[in-house]
């Protein structure tokens, strides 16, 4: 399967780097802002976006963790014994300006999984959505505030983000469906 880089270290941090500011920007500081990443990618990024922020303002802002496989349209198409990875927000979020963070967005699906997941903790002031890479494709009404990139694709190509936390690089590539 050929892969085909469409973004490098390099551009991965200058698109952290643009979203954070884009997120501070946008909310006028970030008083009452939280940021949560969805698992599994989505986490990371949430931190690397929280530290990018700390470095301008000199505050931190709360990171939570977010699993939405419960919350999934298509929990009974997937595996028999679904992993769960955990949901860990450890803060109230009430009223608060809440990003979700994720990797990549495509149908729509996972961001409406997520929304349902945090209205069931509480009620936000608002929610926000801050994706490293827009594919297109929705399936729903649903579009990301924050973009690190647009990448037109076809429904047959995969995009892969990869990770230090977890892929040991940080790198986005397009690969077609074998």
Do not use: C
């Not at 892969?3 to 780097?17: F, G, H, L, N």
């Not at 599994?40 to 990018?52: E, N, T």
């Not at 990003?99 to 926000?128: E, F, H, K, S, W």
């Amino acid at each position: 399967m050929q892969k085909t880089e469409i973004m490098d270290e390099s551009a991965v941090s200058r698109a952290i780097t643009r979203i954070s500011h884009e997120i501070i920007e946008k909310n006028k500081g970030i008083e009452n802002l939280v940021l949560i990443g969805i698992q599994r990618r989505g986490v990371p990024l949430a931190k690397r976006i929280a530290d990018k922020i700390k470095s301008v303002e000199n505050s931190e802002i709360p990171v939570g963790i977010l699993d939405i496989t419960l919350y999934r349209d298509d929990l009974s198409l997937l595996n028999e014994h679904p992993v769960i990875n955990g949901t860990e927000i450890n803060f109230d979020i009430a009223n608060k300006k809440v990003v979700l963070v994720d990797d990549v967005i495509y149908t729509g699906r996972t961001v409406r999984a997520a929304i349902d997941a945090i209205m069931d903790i509480n009620r936000p002031q608002m929610i926000q959505l801050a994706v490293l890479i827009d594919r297109g494709h929705r399936e729903l009404p649903i579009r990301a505030d924050y973009v690190g990139k647009n990448v037109p694709t076809s429904r047959s190509e995969i995009v892969h983000v990869n990770v230090l936390e977890i892929d040991g690089e940080n790198s986005v590539t397009i690969s077609n469906k074998e």
